[in-house]
């Protein structure tokens, strides 16, 4: 159903007959032929770049080339008109009965109208959010949680095995910090005067219902064990009721994993996993013992002027070598990290996608070093960065979170303005662009807020079917029936829709491809806007209406079109996550 690949295939077709041949004799590449939609609708349906890409490897002038090519695909059955513009480009009109076909095919496949297979059902792992369980998800989690979530509906639509993962955190120093905090709120509980909560330890007030909890379950017991037993029960009970809280906060944005991996796993039995993924390094040639510099003159905390194992990440494209083990045994950070990745990749992954926030910049390069030395060419990791979101309210700036201490909840902008405008407008810029969110701006009902104007089309969609029942009288209408009466479908206007519309199977893939998902949320406003500007004509000019109760087979015909946007509206806004309307109040 991608009219763009179908097309794609005529015109190589077409080229083969050609007989075109490079300067050595050969056939020539035509990987590079490309069908798109022109840049001005005015000049056709379709244009394609094939006579400009092939002339200088063939020697021919790209208009005389392009001329020739027209003249070929004149003669396709489908084609009204091949011209040439500008240095070679060959811009295609398709009949009206091509795009009544195709939209009667859309009709058939209902909301499954895009689904591709372009992913080959590759293995593709989606990490994103995996923010440390130290507290509720703040507005800094929103952006990664929305651009990971959809990305992962995006690709599984486009045809890959995709799994949805977060990783817990679990281990390090900052769970003994939480565990500590924790253990003054229970003592807290009890009755105990613990005064300011000391600075480097977490004030936040959403840890006073776990210390509640703890007393409520073993009363004063906590004090009477010796602290390293009693602080490593405070920090899994601690765990446990953060990560409620964040699987809540999360649903709550309609984001839900199909993986929580903890990091003490990797850690456990010994440190068994991360001892087997150096090994395996070792015996790739990737470690070595020796001293690192402090980078860029600093010291980092984890910097030590001693021999370290090492691994040798500047051999495959990192900008330095990289601590694994210190000079005292101990592991570092970047020693799971290791460890995870090949979790990963031996657990069957070959797209590996990580979502972090833009101050984890400096994680890019050593991650695709570490790909590269676990897996070669048989895995392909990407890193998406997202920038900041700043909010505000009516211009400006949001204050902070009373009961978070120092930051947005996101539960709180949920509840403040539903989740659809966070997820649809998390992707209206994208991911590696700043992103300026206004409570106002997002809740107002006008063209301006782009999730609204979506919404409003989805719902405009049932309220023309809601119409037609009433003055055609028929409760349902089936689809076999619309799609039957599209031929009468001649306005430029419907099938102007209707291009819009095709467009979509081929934005599913390229999105999907590309790993950007904010191209959806684009093409979605884009195809609104398409239906409420026929909407508006249908306004102005009675004859161009939806329901004409004198011409039952034209306003079938018509409502197979509203169908159809109805569906695709439907399609992409549940890739997104966010709900399709059948009315607005």
Request: aromatic share 8%.
């Amino acid at each position: 159903m991608n009219i763009f690949a179908d097309f794609t295939a005529r015109i190589i077709k077409a080229v083969e007959a050609l007989d075109l041949k490079d300067k050595e004799g050969a056939s020539p590449d035509l990987s590079r032929i490309a069908v798109e939609p022109p840049r001005d609708p005015s000049h056709g349906d379709l244009a394609t770049n094939a006579a400009m890409v092939l002339a200088k490897p063939t020697g021919q002038n790209p208009r005389a080339l392009a001329e020739r090519l027209a003249e070929a695909l004149r003669t396709d059955a489908d084609v009204s008109a091949a011209d040439v513009a500008g240095p070679g480009f060959v811009n295609l009109r398709l009949k009206d009965g091509f795009w009544q076909a195709h939209l009667m095919a859309l009709l058939g496949e209902g909301r499954n109208y895009g689904r591709s297979t372009i992913g080959g059902n590759r293995k593709a792992n989606v990490e994103y959010v995996s923010a440390n369980p130290t507290g509720p998800m703040h507005v800094g989690h929103c952006r990664g949680a929305v651009v990971g979530d959809t990305l992962a509906n995006l690709m599984a639509f486009a045809g890959y095995d995709v799994t949805k993962e977060y990783v817990i955190n679990d281990a390090g120093s900052q769970i003994d910090v939480l565990g500590r905090s924790v253990f003054m709120r229970y003592r807290e509980a009890l009755g105990d005067d613990i005064g300011e909560i000391p600075a480097g330890l977490y004030p936040g007030d959403y840890l006073v219902p776990v210390g509640q909890a703890l007393v409520a379950e073993f009363g004063r017991k906590l004090l009477q064990m010796p602290d390293d037993e009693a602080l490593a029960i405070v920090m899994d009970r601690t765990i446990d009721a953060m990560m409620a809280m964040i699987r809540s906060d999360l649903a709550l944005l309609n984001v839900h994993h199909d993986v929580f991996f903890s990091e003490r796993t990797l850690h456990a039995d010994n440190a068994r996993k991360i001892r087997a993924a150096i090994s395996d390094l070792t015996l790739k040639g990737h470690i070595y013992k020796g001293k690192l510099p402090p980078p860029k003159g600093e010291k980092p905390d984890e910097w030590e002027d001693r021999e370290q194992t090492l691994f040798r990440s500047t051999a495959v494209g990192d900008d330095m070598d990289r601590a694994l083990v210190k000079s005292d045994g101990s592991f570092t950070y970047f020693a799971a990290d290791v460890a995870y990745l090949k979790d990963k990749v031996d657990r069957g992954f070959v797209d590996l996608i990580y979502v972090l926030g833009a101050d984890h910049g400096g994680y890019v390069k050593r991650l695709e070093a570490l790909a590269r030395a676990v897996a070669g060419d048989e895995v392909k990791l990407t890193v998406l960065l997202c920038q900041l979101v700043k909010l505000f309210r009516d211009g400006e700036p949001v204050r902070m979170s009373k009961r978070s201490g120092d930051f947005v909840t996101l539960r709180e902008v949920v509840e403040e303005v539903g989740r659809d405008p966070i997820r649809f407008m998390m992707l209206y810029r994208k991911n590696d662009a700043p992103l300026d969110f206004d409570f106002a701006k997002v809740t107002e009902q006008s063209k301006d807020n782009p999730v609204f104007y979506v919404q409003y089309a989805s719902a405009r969609c049932h309220s023309v079917f809601r119409q037609a029942s009433e003055q055609l009288g028929e409760a349902n209408f089936d689809r076999n029936r619309l799609a039957a009466a599209v031929a009468s479908l001649t306005d430029e206007g419907e099938i102007g829709l209707i291009r819009k519309l095709a467009e979509y199977p081929r934005l599913i893939e390229s999105a999907a491809l590309a790993l950007e998902p904010h191209r959806l949320a684009f093409y979605l406003y884009d195809l609104a806007s398409s239906f409420h500007g026929h909407w508006n004509r249908g306004t102005d000019n009675p004859d161009l209406r939806f329901v004409k109760v004198n011409d039952r087979q034209l306003t079938y015909a018509r409502l197979g079109l509203v169908q159809a946007v109805s569906d695709v509206l439907t399609s992409g806004l549940t890739l997104i996550g966010a709900d399709a309307p059948t009315e607005m109040r």
